[in-house]
């Protein structure tokens, strides 16, 4: 339970592969702003996507962490024991009929986007030319029955009819003025997979109690949907703080799937906790290049 004016932080890292010491950076935000509040951070392991995130990796990621260091407060919450909840909001979503269906392809998507001569890329993806949005009742119970494999959009025009374009509070830039539509209909259940990273982030920030959602800035595009999932829901709306990242000599955001050194192979080669600690915070003096 989290008591009123309390700070509940949270690290959410996605177990897909090793850690590095950008999400050490990450971590360490969580824990010194729930720190210096005299609050709890929390940790939960956002592994909803099940063909790339792997048990041996959440091992991996505990080692790092004691290696590290890094305590967490409370439970640890593990998103793939939580579909239900997950379920359960969908079918909330469903029945104010800000949902649907979508049968497309991403292909067809392409070919869409390519034929009203949109660019294909927000930030956050491409935008979603709203094609399912309109679909006959009676055509979507045909593919329904039919079997076709399909997603579940939201329908953020309708949401922000409903919610208008409330406000959050980001902490490095100020109060920000929330446009549902930004992004366009985004998937909430993907056809692989019975939710999406935005319906799981709001639904367990709420239901661990966060008030204070510390992340890297690369996820502050994303807090318009999340502040809009949240008023459709009725869910509280925490604050939010979006980190700087750490960039490479190359000035290139340290990734995972660019190999960016593990902090398990740095262990490995013989560099200790303290050494990476002291290469972290030459990066913060040097604007965030990091190099060990
Ligand atoms: N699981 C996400 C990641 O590892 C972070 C999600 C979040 O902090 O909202 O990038």
Redesign the pocket.
Known sequence: MTLPNEIVTRF???PSGPMHVGHLLAALHARQLADVNGGRCLLRI?DIDQRSCSPEWVELMHRDLEWLGLRFDGEVMVQSARYAAYQDALRRLREMGVLYPCFCTRGEIKAQLAEIGRAPHSSLGYLYPGTCRTLPPEQVAEKMAAGIPHAWRINMQRVQELIGCPYWEDMRRGVQRCVPTAYGDVVLARKDMPTSYHLS?VIDDAEQGVTL?S?GED?FEATHIHRALQGVLGLPIPRYYHHSLLRDNAGKRLAKRDGARSLASLREAGYTATMIYKSLSAALANGGIWHI
């Open positions: 959410a890292p996605s956002e982030v959602v992340r996820l």
